[in-house]
């Protein structure tokens, strides 16, 4: 866990597009405060998505209902968060539709999601940053990915295999210390 005095709020947001048997779409997302891991979730989407930025567009939707109940959480305990949050994506046409007021017959079926999120980044309570994506955390919770990919983002969020036998040596030495 990183020890900083940051009450910075930020997510990754993804999703992969009709991954599914049944043409679902899965919704993943990780959130860290002061860079720090605390809530993540991969899950089906209920419906199918016409899009990869419909599918995104509903991950994005379910990242801001997060960022906005640890930004409420936070509040409550004292702490001040003065900062927009910040919410990665890799998907430019569902960052597009997050900022732009108007509304096409391609995005009516998705509305409800686009005003919610409309509503706070207009509020300047959450930005929607472009991640490469190769650096989009969140792309462990969609796929499966290659082991170096995996290696490298479970890194990245700051996990730790507890049953790495490169541990017992620490604690072999610090045993022997002790002595």
């Given amino acids: 866990m990183k020890n900083n005095k940051s009450n910075e709020v930020c997510g990754y947001s993804d999703a992969d597009w009709a ?7 899965t919704t993943g997302y990780c959130t860290f405060v002061g860079g720090n891991l605390v809530t993540w979730k991969s899950k089906k989407q209920n419906v199918v998505a016409r899009s990869s930025a419909e599918a995104e567009y509903r991950a994005m939707a379910s990242t801001a209902s997060e960022l ?5 959480l936070l509040e409550e305990l004292n702490f001040k968060i003065d900062k927009p949050m910040k919410m990665f994506c890799d998907n430019n046409a569902a960052r597009h539709i997050a900022s732009n007021a108007v509304f096409h017959e391609r995005t009516k079926h998705i509305e409800v999601d686009c005003h919610f999120i409309r509503e706070k980044v207009q509020a300047k309570e959450i930005e929607t940053p472009y991640v490469k994506s190769q650096d989009q955390l969140a792309d462990i919770f969609t796929k499966g990915l290659i082991p170096r990919a995996f290696e490298e983002i479970t890194n990245k969020l700051g996990l730790t295999d507890i049953y790495n036998p490169s541990l ?6 610090r045993d022997s210390l002790e002595d």
């Fill in 19 to 25: 991954g599914s048997f049944d043409r679902k779409s």
């Fill in 68 to 72: 906005t109940w640890i930004k409420q």
């Fill in 168 to 173: 017992r040596g620490s604690v072999e030495n």
